[in-house]
């Protein structure tokens, strides 16, 4: 008896994850796009990087995608958008600093 119990427990997690989860994507899309189309007083360019922004800040807080992917994202956005150069958008790959704790952390996964 304690097992379905359990199970229907289960499922009604999994259900409210994947609510929530469906809730943070849509949030972390539309309220960007609404930003975007919002008649600010802004320059177009920097209300379309205040928009990337925010979509990159939002899909963190909400952790709908990883967050590497969500900065990369951010990073292709900025570039295919043109509010930046794609050297300038990618800047922070071009140091050591990050390879080296790329590899490091890479390093560490195998480890483990």
Known sequence: MEAAGAGVETSTRAKQDGALRNAGLLISVVVPVLFW???LPIDAAAK?????ALFMVLAWITEV????VAGLIGCFLFWAVGVARPDVAFSGFASGTTWFLFGATL??????
């Open 48 to 52: 379309h990087a205040l928009a990337i």
């Open 65 to 68: 995608i990883d967050q590497t």
């Open 107 to 112: 390093m560490g996964a195998m480890a483990s």
């Open 37 to 39: 189309l919002s008649p």
